[in-house]
């Protein structure tokens, strides 16, 4: 089969580009997100990282259980300027207390 697999279709990682980090050494998630960008595409890995693992547990023999599923960002939302702009300094602080939790 010519097609390519691709295992993170947010930043087009193809199974082929994944297996070949692995066997390189590069065995943990947070590697892989590192030299492939794994997992941090628009589904902040939601679409990839069982894939992944499954991959890194194939390679190394480790059970997918006692692997380490990388390091979790919360989610995000883009906000318009003339939103940031409608703020007063109240809000911000607020935003700036709640980003420190």
Not at 59 to 76: I, N
């Amino acid at each position: 089969m010519n097609d390519k697999i691709f295992v993170c279709r947010c930043e087009e990682i193809t199974i082929e580009e994944l297996r070949m980090c692995i066997k390189a050494g590069f065995t943990s998630f947070n590697e892989l997100r590192k030299i492939l960008r794994v997992g941090m595409g628009p589904c902040q890995g939601r679409g990839c990282r069982e894939l992944v693992l499954k991959e890194i547990s194939k390679a190394t023999g480790v059970p997918v259980h006692f692997l380490s599923v990388g390091t979790f960002r919360p989610p995000s939302k883009p906000i318009s300027f003339g939103q940031i702009a409608k703020m007063n300094v109240c809000d911000v602080r607020i935003f700036e207390s709640q980003k420190n939790v």
